[in-house]
């Protein structure tokens, strides 16, 4: 799964209420709410931001909490990530899912043979999959 980071942030209600406190916890908190979806659902994640956002942090690649994170390259957008990683997944086979709320590149991700689910269908599988890792922890602790 690719995840538009920055379209889901300014889509899911909490998130964008952290924006007001700094974007910086904004993204840690999607990011931690992807490791716990990424486990729950043995699904790999990967998270892009563009870099206009966070100079110091552009063109890196990290793996955070079982999530790969990406911030472009300085000129390069969000998009621009996502399309080349959707043609490089989909191109050897993999199953491809994006999930953004823009039109324009969900378009381009079902041309290319992947599924795309919106900001606000992500954040409804992430908080079932928090869900069930409460269940789970509970169970555990009887």
């Keep these: 799964m690719i995840v538009d980071g920055y379209n889901v942030i300014h889509a899911w209600p909490s998130l964008k209420r952290l924006l007001g ?6 993204r840690d908190k999607l990011v931690e709410r992807l490791s ?4 729950v659902t043995e699904t790999d994640v ?15 690649e990290e793996q955070v909490e079982g999530v790969r994170v990406v911030f472009t390259r300085k000129g ?4 621009h990530v996502i399309e080349r990683l959707a043609y490089t997944a ?7 899912t994006v999930a953004t ?3 324009f590149q969900s378009d381009l991700v079902r ?9 606000p269908e992500l954040e409804r599988q992430v908080i079932a999959a928090e869900e069930d890792l409460g269940r789970s922890v509970k169970r ?3």
């Design 36 to 39: 716990v979806y990424s486990l």
């Design 21 to 26: 406190v700094s974007l910086e916890a904004a």
């Design 46 to 60: 990967t998270v892009v931001f563009d870099a206009h956002h966070s100079s110091a942090m552009a063109n890196a």
């Design 101 to 103: 709320s823009d039109r």
């Design 76 to 79: 390069h957008s969000a998009d």
């Design 111 to 119: 041309g290319m043979g992947g599924a795309v689910i919106s900001a």
């Design 140 to 142: 555990y602790q009887r």
């Design 90 to 96: 989909t191109g050897a086979g993999d199953n491809l």
